[in-house]
């Protein structure tokens, strides 16, 4: 059984969630702060299709016990989008890096939208226009570079990992 991939995972997830408590207060811009734990969840999905939703979901229960939105959150939506960009990430595969980018940046700015508008759903004291322009939009593409430069490191990763295991 090749558990490589598996502790590629969770060393991964490990390192974004200090990475998001430590690092990620330090690098708003414009009032956009990253998100690490999110960012990482879609990279995943994309690089790792089989990689399963129980991370995604414990991920992102942790990003919202950290955080001041509501708990559940982000345990939603990153579990629906790791279960989407998975699926769709296996069905639409043509060994170029257009979809996988594609995936990502959408699945990027849709969670960040969705996060938005549950904040306000669940009574949030924030304007729609302030949640979805001045938030979902730049923290959709701020997380969206954070995947997408996390993409090829998982994908080299991984692919060590089994080249490793064939080895042996």
Same mark, same amino acid.
């Given at each position: 059984?090749?558990?490589?991939?598996?502790?590629?995972?969770?060393?991964?997830?490990?390192?974004?969630?200090?990475?998001?408590?430590?690092?990620?207060?330090?690098?708003?811009?414009?009032?956009?702060?990253?998100n690490f734990i999110l960012a990482y969840v879609l990279a995943l999905?994309?690089?790792?299709?089989?990689?399963?939703?129980?991370?995604?979901?414990?991920?992102?229960?942790?990003?919202?016990?950290?955080?001041?939105?509501?708990?559940?959150?982000? @345990?939603?939506?990153?579990?629906? =989008?790791?279960?989407? %960009?998975? $699926? /769709?990430?296996?069905?639409?595969? !043509?060994?170029?890096?257009?979809?996988?980018?594609?995936?990502?940046?959408?699945?990027?700015?849709?969670?960040?939208?969705?996060?938005?508008?549950?904040?306000?759903?669940?009574?949030?004291?924030?304007?729609?226009?302030?949640?979805?322009?001045?938030?979902?939009?730049?923290?959709?593409?701020?997380? @969206?570079?954070?995947?997408?430069? =996390?993409?090829?490191? %998982?994908? $080299? /990763?991984?692919?060590?990992?089994? !080249?490793?295991?064939?080895?042996?």
């Amino acid at each position: 059984m090749n558990n490589k991939p598996l502790i590629v995972s969770i060393i991964g997830a490990v390192i974004a969630v200090v990475l998001q408590a430590t690092v990620a207060p330090a690098m708003e811009i414009a009032s956009a702060l990253p998100n690490f734990i999110l960012a990482y969840v879609l990279a995943l999905a994309v690089s790792r299709p089989e990689s399963g939703l129980v991370m995604p979901f414990l991920l992102g229960l942790i990003f919202d016990l950290m955080g001041t939105g509501p708990v559940g959150a982000m @345990a939603l939506i990153c579990t629906l =989008m790791a279960f989407a %960009l998975s $699926r /769709l990430s296996v069905v639409l595969d !043509n060994d170029t890096l257009f979809m996988p980018i594609v995936l990502i940046i959408a699945g990027s700015l849709i969670s960040n939208i969705v996060y938005g508008i549950l904040i306000i759903a669940c009574g949030m004291d924030v304007s729609i226009l302030e949640a979805l322009v001045g938030r979902a939009l730049p923290c959709g593409i701020y997380d @969206a570079v954070l995947a997408l430069v =996390m993409f090829p490191l %998982l994908l $080299r /990763l991984m692919q060590l990992g089994e !080249n490793q295991m064939r080895m042996h």
